[in-house]
């Protein structure tokens, strides 16, 4: 027994370490600084009130905030093969399965659900970047084909809120086959004039960068995002210059042509209230 338990009485022990408190109870902004209760972040949708730098956003929250009256439907998803090449580095691949589901509650690093945004039928697709990264396998691919095919079915606009890293490497080639899967699905959805939207979300990197992200009919993006195939440090090693300070920032993507709009969270179900309307 320590020193300080000796000096410590019970009671104030009992109140000076609380289990009432939660271990969220706070949220430190990255960018400026301020210490945020969580209870606070919650209501402003996880936006720094200060700085408004935005925070990711949880797949419950993402949906509440854009359905009509927080009402959705989930998709449940087709089942996949399972680690397919037996892949183990410090730790098995299907232990981070494991890890990743428990720690999100979700069998993969996409959910799929549908409803309404402004009285018009959607089905929206959020990644969620704490399983594994929202890295794309086998069953982040399977996912984006049953959204693609349930809007085809709704003849309903396919709305896709990536955020990711990219390729899942734990399923190697068969990660990567996935970028053509999901470009065809989407392009599927073009030649059937159905409307397809992305949020970029931050980050949106990597291989679902180089396929179905970039690939909407139009293309928003939330302040700050970070969006790109290569990292910044990668890209300066192999040009020899250095990079602009907000190269890969949705900012920059918006002044270069390459994103049609930045949009503030708290706007961005009126802002897809106004496009759906543009498509009727």
């Not at 000096?7 to 104030?12: I, K």
């Not at 959705?72 to 037996?86: A, F, G, R, T």
């Not at 969620?128 to 996912?143: R, W």
Request: charged share 25%.
């Amino acid at each position: 027994m320590s020193w300080i338990s000796n000096l410590t009485r019970p009671t104030v022990k009992k109140i000076g370490v609380s289990k009432d408190i939660p271990d969220n109870f706070w949220d430190r902004c990255p960018k400026c600084g301020a210490m945020l209760f969580h209870s606070e972040m919650t209501k402003s949708h996880f936006v720094c009130p200060h700085c408004e730098y935005h925070f990711r956003l949880p797949t419950k929250e993402r949906f509440e905030l854009l359905f009509d009256d927080a009402a959705y439907n989930l998709i449940q998803l087709p089942k996949v093969l399972e680690d397919p090449l037996h892949f183990h580095d410090i730790k098995k691949y299907t232990d981070r399965l494991k890890d990743a589901r428990k720690k999100t509650k979700q069998d993969e690093a996409i959910a799929i659900a549908h409803g309404t945004i402004g009285g018009k039928h959607v089905v929206i697709g959020v990644f969620d970047f704490d399983f594994m990264g929202g890295s794309m396998g086998m069953g982040v691919g399977q996912a984006i084909l049953t959204a693609a095919r349930l809007a085809e079915i709704q003849k309903a606009p396919l709305i896709l809120l990536p955020a990711s890293g990219g390729a899942r490497m734990q399923e190697g080639i068969l990660s990567l086959m996935q970028m053509v899967r999901t470009t065809i699905a989407v392009k599927e959805l073009n030649k059937k004039k159905i409307p397809y939207i992305t949020v970029l979300t931050n980050p949106t990197t990597g291989g679902v960068t180089a396929s179905f992200a970039m690939l909407s009919d139009i293309t928003l993006a939330e302040p700050g995002a970070i969006i790109g195939f290569a990292g910044s440090r990668v890209i300066e090693q192999t040009i020899h210059e250095t990079l602009p300070p907000d190269f890969q920032k949705s900012e920059y993507l918006l002044k270069h042509g390459m994103i049609d709009q930045v949009v503030h969270r708290k706007d961005l179900r009126e802002k897809l209230i106004q496009l759906l309307k543009f498509f009727d």
